[in-house]
Each structure stands twice: as C-alpha cells, then as structure tokens.
C-alpha cells in the first residue's frame, strides 16, 4: 500500500518560537491554544464533535510519514484544555522524540511494537501540582484523572485531525521513568500517527447494558 505523502517542513503556530533546546521545554509556548485559535485553517477537517468521537479508531499499524509540527501543536493543547482538578493540572507529558527511547519504551511495554511510531506522547501524574486541602490518596486520584483525561483529549484531537493512535496502558513502570528520565509515575502513552489503513466502526454493546438509571 502506498503511503501518503506528507510536508515536513510544516511549521509551529505563530507565537511560538521553535529551539533546538531540550524539546521537552514548552514554556515558551505561551497561550498555545489561543495562537492555534487566531489561525487560519491549514486544511478542512470534520471537527464536529460526534463526528470525530465515531470516527476514532485504535490502529496498531501506524505509517512511517511523518505528522506535521503543526498538528502535534493542536494535540498538545488539546491535552493543556483538558479539564483537571481544581485547575491544577496535575500531570506531565513526556513527548518522546528519540527513536532509541521509543524502541526501548516499546520493550517496557510488553514488547508492543507500535510504540515506536511517530509520535509517542508518555502521560505522567504530578499528584505535587494540587494545591488542595484533601488526603494524598484523594489527591493521586485527582493527579491520575489529570492525566488520563489529558490523553483523552489528545486522542481525540488526533481523530480531528486526521490520525490515528493507540492507547497503552501495559507497561513496567519504573523501567519507563528510567527511560525518559523522570521520578512521576506514568499512567499512558498515547502512539499517534498516519495510519495504514483506515478502519470501520466496531459494534459496541447495547445501551440497556451500559447505562443504568438509578
């Protein structure tokens, strides 16, 4: 199959400054939503909201193409805009750009392969960052919903914009903070990407199963 054909010279959304300083650094990146916001389209996409929840799909077979700059930009405030307890924002993520991080995280992760794809973002908890007044096994609960609704947001932000991804949460742990160099405890990765082929819906199970009125 042939793959699609992709600009790697996209560049970031304007006010922000690209270096070529640990990529991990995004303090410069200054009110990023409200840039990507005063943008103009660079492509059309169907961003209706159920449209792109009906349209995601796990792939486990990415492209080797490249994802645009600018569309990582609008995956990673798609994570900053996720709602998180009491506006703390108590996660971290990891945005692994090192294809010899990636081949050893896919190891520490129940040797998965479609970790090492094109753009592997490591979801950590930073339980530090919340600043309220409950017990520490409140706040981790609060840290890890940070985190996952985070991904949540990123993953559905790749749906928007043509990707597809994959959600992992089967890995070692600690081999993962060795990995990327942190002591916070990860809770996912997302892999996003182009993917190989597109996928048709899957049947889910009946409503009457799954919700309950009480």
Not at 40 to 46: E, H, Q
Not at 122 to 130: E, T
Not at 178 to 192: A, E, H, M, Q, W
Request: proline letters at 5%.
């Amino acid at each position: 199959m042939k793959e699609k054909k992709v600009n790697k010279n996209k560049v970031w959304p304007k006010g922000y400054i690209e270096t070529n300083k640990n990529i991990q650094d995004f303090d410069v990146r200054n009110d990023l939503i409200g840039n990507i916001l005063k943008e103009s389209p660079k492509k059309k996409f169907n961003t209706e909201l159920f449209t792109v929840m009906a349209k995601r799909r796990s792939t486990r077979k990415f492209s080797s193409n490249p994802v645009e700059k600018w569309k990582i930009d609008k995956i990673l405030a798609a994570a900053d805009a996720a709602p998180t307890a009491g506006n703390c924002q108590g996660f971290e993520i990891f945005y692994v750009t090192e294809s010899k991080k990636k081949e050893k995280l896919a190891k520490a992760a129940n040797n998965q392969p479609y970790v090492n794809t094109p753009v592997l973002l490591v979801f950590c908890m930073n339980p530090s960052r919340i600043n309220l007044d409950f017990t520490k096994i409140v706040i981790d609960k609060f840290s890890v919903q940070d985190a996952t609704l985070a991904a949540a947001y990123s993953q559905l932000a790749a749906s928007a914009l043509g990707l597809s991804s994959i959600w992992i949460g089967m890995f070692d742990e600690n081999e993962v903070k060795k990995i990327v160099g942190t002591d916070l405890r990860p809770t996912s990765f997302l892999c996003i990407g182009y993917p190989m082929k597109k996928r048709g819906p899957k049947t889910r199970r009946k409503l009457k199963d799954l919700i309950h009125v009480v």
